[in-house]
């Protein structure tokens, strides 16, 4: 994706429900033409943030800015912004009524001339594989079918923002991949700014130029897959995205950039990482499973670590027994 200017951008915004506060704090900013997928856990905020961002919900506080104009609370100017914007559900909902009229609804409440419609719920139909079911019921659809729909749906309005709340939780495998496939088509060939929530890490980092990790209402990292990944800031954000290997430590020394860190718990091991902490921080030291390399004997390697005679040892497929283990690996620190 090229550096474009903010097209939408949330500033210290806060929500509730009654007692229950849903978003903390929160400040975003997504380029224009960027795809951005929130990941977090169940009742994280997700889609809040996104019916916020969608002014389909008032913040308790907090400001959203289109194309850096501030978003007034009510009035004209709201829903003229709101237009410019598309939402489409988890859960597709499709009216009792043919595919294209379901698709041609949001046209006609527009006012859109009948040609000019018909025009363009046919090209969308076939931009996502639907174009001979234009006179089928769309009730009577699958559900990957009804959210293609749905997309075709919120596509045929030209929105300049796409929002998609967990586009493809409720479809089988192969259903999703045709909507994963509809997704990353759209963003490559109209270039549509796309914020996407999902639980599936996987199809954050296949989709997103860039990720946001939300946890507990805060969003507490953003970036590319590489740093959401492979770098995470700290405990709570790896364990999340699944590195089950963190390591409390202090840094010890730090020779130009190399920081040689001691493990807690009594263990002795020292281990070294590139990393710009003085001696003296506490960290946490996050090793990846694929980071990792197990053998009989500790073995020349490019890798900066190695620790031998682990108190863990791995049993012999062939043998049975079980004997020491060493590991190599990188590994990457986080302040505590």
């Not at 807690?264 to 590139?274: H, L, M, P």
Request: with cysteine; aromatic share 4%.
């Amino acid at each position: 994706m090229r550096p474009s200017a903010p097209i939408i951008e949330v500033s210290g915004l806060t929500h509730g429900y009654g007692r229950n506060q849903v978003l903390t704090d929160l400040d975003l900013s997504i380029a224009g033409g960027e795809v951005f997928a929130l990941i977090g856990p169940t009742g994280a905020g997700k889609t809040t943030l996104l019916r916020i961002m969608d002014l389909l919900e008032i913040p308790g506080s907090g400001e959203i800015y289109f194309h850096g104009q501030c978003v007034p609370r009510s009035g004209k100017r709201r829903l003229e912004i709101r237009r410019r914007m598309s939402f489409v559900q988890q859960k597709p909902r499709v009216f009792d009524a043919s595919v294209y009229d379901n698709i041609a609804c949001g046209l006609n409440w527009r006012g859109e001339d009948r040609i000019m419609t018909a025009g363009k719920v046919d090209r969308i139909l076939e931009t996502v594989g639907l174009q001979g079911y234009r006179d089928r019921n769309a009730r009577t659809l699958s559900g990957g079918e009804a959210q293609r729909v749905a997309l075709a749906r919120s596509l045929v309005l030209e929105p300049e923002v796409l929002l998609l709340d967990e586009p493809t939780a409720n479809l089988d495998p192969v259903s999703a991949a045709k909507v994963e496939q509809l997704i990353s088509q759209i963003a490559e060939q109209r270039n549509t700014t796309m914020i996407m929530a999902t639980h599936d890490m996987s199809q954050g980092q296949q989709l997103a130029d860039r990720i946001g990790v939300l946890l507990d209402g805060r969003l507490v990292q953003t970036g590319d897959a590489g740093d959401i990944f492979r770098s995470p800031r700290n405990a709570e954000v790896a364990h999340f995205v699944g590195v089950e290997n963190v390591l409390d430590g202090v840094v010890s020394a730090n020779n130009e950039g190399i920081a040689s860190v001691n493990l807690g718990g009594g263990s002795g091991i020292e281990i070294q990482a590139v990393s710009g902490h003085p001696a003296g921080t506490e960290v946490y030291a996050c090793i990846r499973p694929e980071d990792v390399t197990l053998a009989p004997t500790l073995h020349p390697s490019s890798a900066r670590n190695s620790v031998g005679e682990l108190r863990r040892r791995i049993r012999d497929r062939d043998t049975g027994s079980f004997r020491p283990s060493g590991w190599h690996g990188g590994i990457c620190l986080h302040q505590a």
